[in-house]
C-alpha cells in the first residue's frame, strides 16, 4: 500500500489527560485513520485529527443500521513497547460481520495497514499503568444517500482510539433476560453489527433500573439456553469442569472467549463447549457445584461475576478468593497480553 497521508493535529491532546483516572470509552486519542469504498474498491486511505465527520443525513446507515465494529485492545509490553492483541482476528470477524449485512470485506491493507500506521502516530496514548490499555474501535458504515432499501454501494471505514481503565469495575450482578431476546436462528446475533446492540438498549435500562449489572441472553427460540451476557461471552466452572455455550450462530464468537478456551484447555482444564441450559446451571447451584461464573470480553477481559438472578430468585456465586479458574485464566491472559509470557500462538502483534 502507498504510505498513508496524515493530517497532524497541530498540538496533541496528550498533556490534557490523566492517564491514572481513564473512564471507559471517553477519552480519545489524537488521530483516526479513514477510508472509503467506492466505485467498487477501498480507496482515499487518511489519518486525520480525531474528530467530526461530514454525515449526509439520507446515508444509510443511520436508517436501516447497516454499520458494523470492531474492538480490540494495544497494550505495553514489560520492555515498554506496543503491542496489539489478535487483530487478524477481528479483521477476520470483521469480515463475516460484513458479509452478513451485505457489505464489502475490509482488505489487510486497510484494517492491518490502517491499524499500524495510527499506532505508530499515536503510540504514546498507549498507557503505562498496569490494568489499562488502548482500546481499538474499526467500524465500517453505509453512505449512499438513497432512502429506499437496498445494499449500499459506498462505506466508510475508520479507526479511532481510546486510552482505557477497566470496563467492569466490580463483579457483576446479572438477571437472567426473561422478557426480551438477543438473538434468534439465522439472524445476526454472530456478527458484531450495531443493531444487536441497539436492540439490547431498553432491556439493559429495564435491568439496571431494577439494580441489575447486566442481563443473560436466553436463546430466541426456547429461552432454554444461555446464550451471553450484555457485552461479554459466559463461562461456568460446574464441579471442575469449565463449560461455555456453543457459538452455533447466534452467539457472538468472541476472540476472548477463544483465547481463554485456549488457555483452559493448554492449563489442563476440562473444558466443555456445548448447549447449557438455565435449568442446568440452576441443579448445578443447588448441588453446590456452580464454583465460579464470569464474562469474557475485549472491553470486558475476564469479568467475574458475582450473582446470577433467575426470575426472583437469585444465586450468589462464592466469593473471590475461592475462584480458581478465573483468577489463574485472567491471570494467563493478561501476562500473554502483557508480554509476561512468551507469545507462542502468534497472538501479538507488535508495533
Ligand atoms: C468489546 O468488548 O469490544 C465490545 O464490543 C463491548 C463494547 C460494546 C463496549
Keep these: 500500500m502507498d504510505p498513508i497521508p496524515i493530517t497532524r493535529l497541530p498540538v496533541s491532546r496528550l498533556s490534557t489527560v490523566d492517564f491514572e483516572d481513564l473512564p471507559f470509552g471517553k477519552v480519545f486519542a489524537d488521530h483516526m485513520f479513514v477510508a472509503e469504498f467506492e466505485g467498487g474498491r477501498w480507496q482515499n486511505a487518511r489519518i486525520v485529527p480525531y474528530g467530526e465527520i461530514p454525515t449526509n443525513p439520507a446515508i444509510s446507515a ?16 514489560q520492555k515498554g513497547e506496543v503491542q496489539v492483541f489478535r487483530p487478524y482476528d477481528n479483521m477476520s470477524r470483521m469480515i463475516r460481520s460484513a458479509g452478513r449485512l451485505c457489505m464489502p470485506a475490509v482488505t489487510e491493507d486497510i484494517f492491518i495497514g490502517g491499524l499500524k500506521a495510527l499506532l505508530e502516530l499515536d503510540q504514546e496514548w498507549v498507557p503505562r499503568q498496569p490494568g489499562y490499555s488502548l482500546y481499538i474501535r474499526p467500524f465500517m458504515y453505509a453512505i449512499d444517500e438513497y432512502v429506499g432499501i437496498r445494499p449500499s454501494d459506498s462505506y466508510r471505514f475508520i479507526i479511532f482510539n481510546c486510552p482505557v481503565g477497566n470496563y467492569y469495575t466490580a463483579p457483576l450482578h446479572v438477571k437472567v433476560s426473561d422478557r ?30 431494577a439494580g441489575y449489572d447486566q442481563l443473560v441472553w436466553l436463546d430466541g427460540k426456547e429461552m432454554k439456553y444461555i446464550e451471553e451476557s450484555g457485552t461479554m461471552n459466559l463461562f461456568f466452572q460446574i464441579g471442575n469442569t469449565l463449560v461455555t455455550p456453543l457459538a452455533d450462530g447466534t452467539i457472538l464468537e468472541g476472540i476472548t472467549r477463544d483465547s481463554i478456551l485456549g488457555l483452559a484447555v493448554e492449563a489442563g482444564l476440562p473444558v466443555e463447549v456445548r448447549k447449557v441450559s438455565l435449568d442446568e446451571v440452576v441443579a448445578a447451584y443447588d448441588r453446590g457445584d456452580l464454583k465460579d461464573a464470569f464474562g469474557t470480553g475485549t472491553a470486558a477481559t475476564v469479568a467475574p461475576i458475582s450473582s446470577i438472578t433467575v426470575h426472583d430468585r437469585r444465586l450468589v456465586l462464592p466469593a473471590m478468593e475461592d475462584r480458581t479458574y478465573s483468577t489463574l485464566l485472567g491471570r494467563m491472559l493478561d501476562d500473554i497480553k502483557t508480554g509476561k509470557t512468551q507469545d507462542t500462538r502468534g497472538w501479538i502483534m507488535k508495533i
Design 62 to 77: 443511520l436508517h436501516y443500521g447497516q454499520s458494523i465494529f470492531e474492538g480490540l485492545k494495544a497494550y505495553r509490553n
Design 180 to 209: 426480551y431476546v438477543r438473538a434468534f436462528p439465522m439472524g445476526t446475533g454472530f456478527a458484531k453489527v450495531a443493531g444487536n446492540y441497539a436492540a439490547g438498549m431498553l432491556p439493559l435500562k429495564h435491568a439496571r433500573e
